[in-house]
């Protein structure tokens, strides 16, 4: 358990959609505030679609349909009202980069290395773009892993970078290092950005200037229209065993302040405009993965072990709230009419009234209630033992393994026609009302 300790002490939150929240956290500047209202009280699952696959990814809703990606290759557009099938697209490897639409049109990665363009309405191939070839974070002896020099992929590396659209040109980060603009008609490279990093962190766009972090532990401010550096902001580092250090948060924009947590367990506050930090929030030895969520003035975050739910001052970086949670927040808060919806690796969405700072209801998995492994049986300590493995590669994956059998939600809700639309590990979408 050695390993499993020293590695889940880095662990925290990550990507959002809704009424017309058409890209990855609802806009182009990630703020996660969605138009339309959620349910306040908990009924129940209105609608559950079953897919071939983890969906780790999250759902871009438009025009009253929800667009959402699979690991078993298939991107899905189903109908927000009832959950049906109106049409799904193939791809050659498991897609966990969120959809944007703009236009008529659908775009996406995969893991296949690939970049699609599809018809929103009918779900044709309109252009495929190769990139160089997408790829987890690695190092060697990752997270106290053994044999120590052995290089082994990072499986907390969950997501793919999600694209942002503005007029004419969609962007998105690879795996591959390079972050990417391409003409949104034909697919053609306008300019291609080459960090030091796997960069799986989703762009945020705001006047012009993409914002965007690497596995390098730098994060970019960006030229949108050349492609050039305006400036960089460097976080931390660990040499070591690779735990506390790059950036998987994706970054919200308001105000001229820039927000993204980092995994070397800060939320840093940056200046738009001189890439200078403002204040950041410490949470070590926690991971901070998640995308913020920015509304009338307050971030609001969750983090991994400890699980939190936090809300701090957008100005100041001090706390207002926090939450307990039950096991390990990626997902990133969708904020709707004075609610924040957000998922856990237990298989477990909670609604959060934020002007309470209080939990309003819970909904979970049928796995998460049945909990078999009784890794909840004690309410509030967690007992990770229950989840197995050791800190030999062969044996590390067992862990995650065996969480993700309770449904996690590790991609980020949207909120629709009342509805919380959010995928799970076990397969399934659920539209929560």
Not at 34 to 57: E, M, S, Y
Not at 94 to 104: E, K, L
Not at 306 to 334: C, H, N, R, W
Not at 366 to 377: E, I, L, S, Y
Request: hydrophobic share 40%; with cysteine.
């Amino acid at each position: 358990m050695k390993y499993l300790t020293f590695a889940l002490a880095g662990l925290a939150v990550l990507p959002c959609s809704g009424f017309s929240q058409s890209m990855f956290c609802g806009n182009a500047a990630h703020t996660g505030v969605v138009d339309a209202a959620g349910p306040r009280q908990l009924k129940g699952a209105k609608w559950t679609f079953k897919t071939g696959g983890w969906v780790i990814a999250s759902p871009a809703v438009s025009g009253g349909t929800a667009y959402i990606g699979s690991d078993d290759r298939n991107l899905y557009a189903l109908d927000v009202k009832t959950g049906a099938e109106k049409w799904k697209f193939k791809t050659e490897g498991p897609i966990r980069s969120s959809a944007a639409v703009a236009a008529g049109t659908v775009y996406f990665g995969s893991y296949d290395g690939s970049f699609y363009a599809v018809d929103a309405e009918t779900g044709k191939q309109k252009w495929r773009f190769a990139t160089d070839g997408e790829r987890r974070f690695e190092a060697p002896g990752i997270h106290g892993q053994k044999p120590s020099h052995q290089t082994f992929p990072d499986f907390w590396d969950m997501y793919q970078s999600s694209p942002v659209v503005d007029r004419s040109t969609v962007y998105f980060g690879c795996g591959d290092h390079h972050i990417y603009a391409l003409d949104t008609a034909t697919g053609q490279v306008r300019w291609k950005f080459a960090t030091q990093g796997v960069v799986h962190a989703s762009p945020a766009l705001e006047k012009g200037v993409l914002y965007v972090g690497s596995w390098d532990t730098f994060f970019y401010a960006i030229d949108a229209s050349t492609g050039k550096e305006k400036w960089r902001f460097k976080t931390g580092e660990d040499t070591a065993a690779y735990n506390q250090t790059g950036i998987q948060s994706s970054a919200a924009v308001k105000d001229g302040i820039v927000y993204f947590g980092c995994r070397d367990a800060q939320l840093y506050a940056v200046d738009t405009e001189t890439g200078k930090e403002v204040w950041h929030f410490s949470l070590k030895p926690t991971w901070i993965n998640a995308t913020p969520a920015i509304h009338d003035g307050t971030v609001y975050f969750g983090s991994s072990i400890p699980t939190k739910f936090y809300a701090v001052d957008a100005k100041t970086g001090k706390q207002k709230f926090a939450l307990d949670g039950e096991m390990i927040m990626f997902s990133s808060a969708a904020i709707s009419q004075g609610m924040a919806y957000v998922g856990e690796f237990s298989g477990t969405l909670r609604a959060v009234d934020l002007a309470k700072g209080q939990y309003a209801w819970t909904f979970q998995t049928d796995a998460r209630k049945a909990d078999k492994r009784g890794v909840f049986k004690t309410e509030g300590k967690p007992d990770f033992g229950a989840l197995g493995g050791s800190e030999y590669f062969d044996q590390a994956h067992v862990f995650t393994d065996n969480l993700l059998t309770y449904g996690s939600f590790i991609g980020s809700p949207t909120v629709a026609d009342g509805l919380v639309i959010i995928g799970s590990t076990d397969g399934n979408v659920y539209a929560v009302e």
